[in-house]
């Protein structure tokens, strides 16, 4: 969700650590004896950028021939990111020896304060006001041997606007990863609460998220191997209806060459809202991976999704999905990202279907050795689509821009200062749902 934006990325927690699938990819990394490349395969999947990581670690990916641009592939989506949490926790904490070692168990705690300031926050529709966010995030990343993680971190912020509450949040996900025969099998489960503004409700909304997922494949040959996933995730919201979903699917893969991959499958899955009609999808999915050279690397994803739900009010629909991405590294210190979407899920509105439609592109550029410099631009074409249970039938429509530019330096190897000035354009077809702020922020973090 590419329009949930009010603060700098560097003002709460990764947002990509709460998505299915990102600690069943961490839960395959040997820690604690981390390396450079098991720790650079890491954030590439997790898309943790330089920006995130000492630099001491990229002269070690360096050195041991490792394309730094295998930590960008998150830059360019400053949308997603809340206005209270922590902040750059987990590359450090991976890159750091762990200060409490007992047999198998390691354990890295950190720290962080961030503070920022946003000249028009969105209250309600119709409604915004200025405010001061501070926050304090404590939390520690848990390791047993090399195949089981659990991450959890404390949120606290401060609104220095009456119009806001003061929020707690927290953020908890633990992955394993076992081999059964010769496939691999990750599973994952995560819990987290937010209670930050957002351009979807327009005002601060109270969630509760759980997410369990697992993931396996299997060699056919050593050419071909097939893949397998599923997920549940529950979703429960204070001033409307809880929602819960599960997905899976399933897909054949091939390696064309050393330097290409494709795949072939179905996916669908199960929607169930309070108080709505139940609602089931699915649709072919293909996959293309390609890496014409050391310094260009491409990625998509193409299907379509029909869609049923269990009223006679409401007709199929068909929607075509996609996940299109490019990252380029021209320069050694230099990257250049660029991705584009399109997808369908439910929205925070009862009985609402979110379309949504966009692209983000972004630069990164590390200068001195340990200063990194970024900027990013994203917008995404959001409908709102009502259901006939919906209680309001009024079709929405937001335009969401992000223009993100931001500096970051590690410190003493374990302290990361970071700095990040926002400017956030939604235009709505609802007067009240427009929104236009700027944001600047400054956040600390230190990895024990």
Not at 315 to 325: A, M, N, R, Y
Not at 391 to 414: C, F, M, Q
Request: aromatic share 10%; net charge negative.
């Amino acid at each position: 969700m590419w329009f949930r934006e009010f603060s700098p990325p560097s003002a709460r927690r990764c947002p990509v650590w709460g998505q299915i699938g990102a600690a069943v990819l961490l839960g395959l990394i040997q820690l604690p004896h981390a390396d450079a490349q098991s720790v650079l395969a890491s954030a590439q999947q997790l898309g943790i950028s330089p920006t995130d990581v000492p630099s001491e670690f990229i002269d070690a990916a360096l050195s041991s021939g490792i394309n730094p641009a295998a930590l960008t592939s998150g830059l360019g989506l400053p949308p997603g990111v809340s206005a209270a949490g922590s902040a750059f926790q987990l590359p450090g904490q991976l890159y750091l020896d762990a200060p409490l070692v007992y047999g198998p168990l390691s354990v890295r705690p950190n720290l962080s304060y961030s503070t920022l300031y946003n000249d028009g926050l969105p209250t309600s529709p119709g409604m915004r006001a200025d405010s001061w966010i501070d926050t304090v995030s404590a939390g520690f990343l848990a390791t047993w041997g090399e195949r089981l993680i659990l991450d959890y971190t404390l949120a606290q912020a401060w609104y220095s606007g009456d119009e806001f509450e003061d929020t707690l949040d927290h953020d908890l996900n633990f992955s394993g990863a076992f081999t059964i025969g010769e496939s691999p099998i990750s599973v994952v489960q995560s819990y987290r609460t937010d209670s930050s503004p957002q351009l979807e409700s327009f005002g601060q909304t109270n969630e509760e998220i759980a997410v369990t997922s697992i993931s396996t494949s299997y060699p056919l040959t050593n050419r071909w191997s097939l893949e397998g996933s599923g997920s549940q995730s529950l979703r429960f919201i204070e001033a409307d209806e809880d929602q819960y979903s599960w997905n899976g699917n399933l897909r054949a893969r091939a390696s064309l060459t050393d330097r290409s991959t494709v795949a072939i499958g179905v996916s669908g899955g199960y929607v169930a809202i309070a108080k709505n009609a139940d609602t089931i999808f699915w649709g072919p999915q293909s996959q293309f991976t390609w890496q014409p050279g050391d310094k260009l690397s491409l990625t998509s994803s193409v299907g379509y999704q029909e869609r049923y739900t269990y009223d006679s009010r409401t007709p199929k629909t068909v929607d075509g999905t996609f996940d299109l991405g490019m990252e380029w590294q021209p320069w050694i210190y230099t990257v250049i990202t660029a991705k584009g979407r399109q997808d369908l899920q439910p929205s925070l509105f009862n009985g609402q279907t979110q379309f949504s439609r966009g692209w983000n592109a972004g630069i990164q550029q590390r200068l001195l050795g340990r200063v990194f410099l970024n900027a990013a631009f994203a917008r995404e074409d959001v409908e709102y689509r009502p259901g006939p249970q919906s209680p309001d039938p009024t079709l929405r429509t937001d335009v969401v821009e992000v223009l993100t530019i931001g500096a970051s330096v590690t410190v003493l190897k374990r302290l990361l200062i970071s700095i990040t000035l926002q400017r956030t354009d939604n235009q709505s077809s609802l007067a009240d749902f427009d929104y236009d702020a700027i944001s600047l922020g400054a956040t600390f973090s230190y990895s024990f």
